[in-house]
């Protein structure tokens, strides 16, 4: 079931070595060292909480740290729903690399050995992609003409993720977006991105209430 | 340890709870309106990610066009092949092409 599960992970490895490398290099875009990008993919191995985490690093740290990891809340929900489907006997283990697409990938499976073969291959390819990208960075960035098309990347994730999780919860995401938007147009972005993912599920809860009457 | 390292551990801890406390406790975790919470804010989250790392005040025009314009050439590709990484790749290729475009061949 090991050698199933590295099978299995060959289109999450294609699709996490560009992401990686674009990691890497906007990470020492922005300021991060060589070590602490790759130690990032290392130690938190999740796409989005990194790029939140470097992006918001400047402006607070309370929000750098409280946001990636509110980001992550609904490995919570994937927690759940895989310990259900199979048994598993080593979570300390098999939750370290239970990413969106591990978890997608793992609906199929029947046995906790395949989640351990996506995960492996997975992290590597993430932090081999790092690496790549913080090793080239600097080749990269000398001509600075790179650098906006780099730092634009960050949007390209957040809107390729944000397409690919919309499905019915438009309103979720035109709340977030609306709350965020405007406390970035004052100046308090941090504050605005914070709240916007405290408030929106409560706002979106009574909308569903206020129809339904 | 530096400011960076101490979030980049923080952010590690918080994840890897995040991912481990609930295959440990598993029946503990079992609740639909937790479930809709994080579900609606992950959502918002990633859309307030989007839309500050879009926009930029004061508006250069030049700037958000060419970014808009690379995020259909995001869309297009996502909706295509349906894989993440290729698509952020098209994107900074697309923006990239448009940036030196405008640079060589201002409006």
Same mark, same amino acid.
């Not at chain 1, 609906?107 to 906790?112: G, I, P, R, S, V």
């Given at each position: 079931m090991f050698k199933r599960g590295l099978i299995a992970s060959v289109p999450i490895v294609i699709g996490y070595i560009p992401v990686a490398i674009t990691f890497g290099v906007s990470a020492v875009a922005i300021g991060f060292g060589r070590v602490e990008a790759v130690l990032a993919s290392m130690l938190i191995f999740a796409g989005a909480s990194q790029f939140a985490l470097i992006s918001l690093i400047s402006k607070s740290f309370v929000d750098a740290v409280i946001i990636p990891i509110m980001l992550n809340l609904r490995h919570v929900v994937y927690g759940c729903i895989i310990s259900q489907r199979i048994n598993i006997r080593k979570p300390i283990l098999t939750a370290?690399?239970?990413?969106d697409e591990v978890f997608a990938t793992s609906? #199929?499976? #029947?046995?906790?050995k395949f989640i351990w073969g996506l995960e492996v291959c997975a992290y590597l390819s993430w932090v081999l992609g790092t690496l790549i990208g913080v090793l080239c960075g600097a080749v990269l960035l000398s001509y600075t003409g790179f650098a906006p098309s780099l730092v634009f990347s960050l949007t390209a994730l957040f809107f390729v993720l944000l397409i690919s999780n919309i499905k019915g919860k438009m309103l979720a995401a035109l709340v977030g977006g609306v709350t965020a938007f405007v406390f970035h147009y004052f100046g308090y972005t941090s504050m605005g991105i914070l709240i916007a993912g405290l408030v929106t599920p409560i706002v979106v809860k009574v909308c569903q209430r206020i129809t339904w009457q | 340890m530096s400011t960076h390292h101490l979030a980049i551990v923080l952010v590690a801890i918080g994840t890897y709870l995040a991912r481990f406390l609930p295959m440990r406790f598993?029946? $503990?975790? $079992?609740s639909k309106w937790l479930d809709e919470f994080l579900t609606y804010s992950s959502v918002a989250l990633i859309s307030a990610l989007f839309v500050t790392s879009l926009v930029s005040f004061p508006v250069k025009p030049i700037d958000l066009s060419v970014s808009i314009a690379a995020l259909i050439f995001v869309f297009i590709s996502y909706k295509k092949w349906r894989n993440l990484g290729l698509s952020v790749l098209v994107g900074i290729v697309v923006h990239l092409i448009f940036s030196l475009s405008m640079r060589l061949y201002p409006l």
């Open positions: 370290f690399g239970l990413t609906l #199929n499976a #029947n046995d906790e | 598993n029946e $503990k975790f $079992k």
